[in-house]
C-alpha cells in the first residue's frame, strides 16, 4: 500500500503543478478524487500527505470545502466556523432576496444543507452563540416573503434537524421565543 500510496501522491502533486493547471485541469475536481482517495486508504502519513498537497496547492478550496470533508467532532471550533460561515452566507442570500423581490436566484451549494449536515454529527452541539445565529437565519429564511419555497423548506428541515437533538433543543427554544 506504501507504494501504491506514494504513487498517488507523486501523480496528485504533478496534477497540482502549475503547468497541470494551464492544460485546463480543474482544481476543485482534484481535490475531490484526492479525498476519495484519502477515504479509502488507512494510511495515516498518506492521508496527511493528501491533505497538505489540497493545503498547498489551493488553500481557498481547502478552507471553503475540502477541510468540512476530513472534520470530526473532535474539532468544534472547526466544526462551529463552518456553520457559522454557512449561516452568515444564508442570510446574506435571504437579504438579497429582499432587494431583488421577483428574481429567482440558483446556487451550486447549499448553506442550509451544509449546516444540516454539520449538525448531525452526534456528539457536537455548537454554542450558545452560534445557535442564536441559526435561530436568526433559520426564522429569517422563513418569514421572509421573497424567499422561495424550497429555501423555505430547507430551513424547516434544519429547524427538524435541530429540534432532534436534546442538548440543542434546551437551548435554542429561547432564541425562538424572542
Aim: with cysteine.
Amino acid at each position: 500500500m506504501k507504494a501504491g500510496g506514494s504513487l498517488d501522491l507523486l501523480v496528485f502533486k504533478k496534477a497540482f503543478s502549475s503547468e497541470a493547471m494551464k492544460e485546463g485541469v480543474d482544481r476543485h475536481a482534484l481535490a475531490d478524487c484526492i479525498y476519495s482517495v484519502r477515504c479509502n486508504t488507512g494510511d495515516v502519513a498518506l492521508k496527511n500527505d493528501l491533505d497538505d498537497a489540497v493545503l498547498n496547492n489551493d488553500p481557498q478550496y481547502y478552507e471553503e470545502v475540502y477541510l468540512l470533508y476530513i472534520l470530526d467532532n473532535s474539532q468544534p471550533d472547526a466544526l462551529d466556523k463552518f456553520i457559522r460561515t454557512n449561516a452568515n452566507e444564508m442570510q446574506r442570500r435571504n437579504d438579497e432576496a429582499r432587494k431583488q423581490p421577483g428574481m429567482q436566484i440558483g446556487y451550486s451549494i447549499d448553506p442550509l444543507q451544509t449546516i444540516r449536515n454539520i449538525i448531525t454529527i452526534d456528539a457536537f452541539v455548537p454554542p450558545e452563540n452560534t445557535l442564536e445565529l441559526l435561530a436568526s437565519v433559520i426564522l429569517d429564511s422563513l418569514q421572509n416573503p421573497q424567499q422561495t419555497y424550497p429555501r423555505k423548506s430547507q430551513a424547516l428541515q434544519l429547524l427538524y434537524v435541530y429540534m432532534k437533538k436534546p442538548l440543542v433543543r434546551l437551548r435554542l427554544l429561547p432564541s425562538f421565543a424572542k
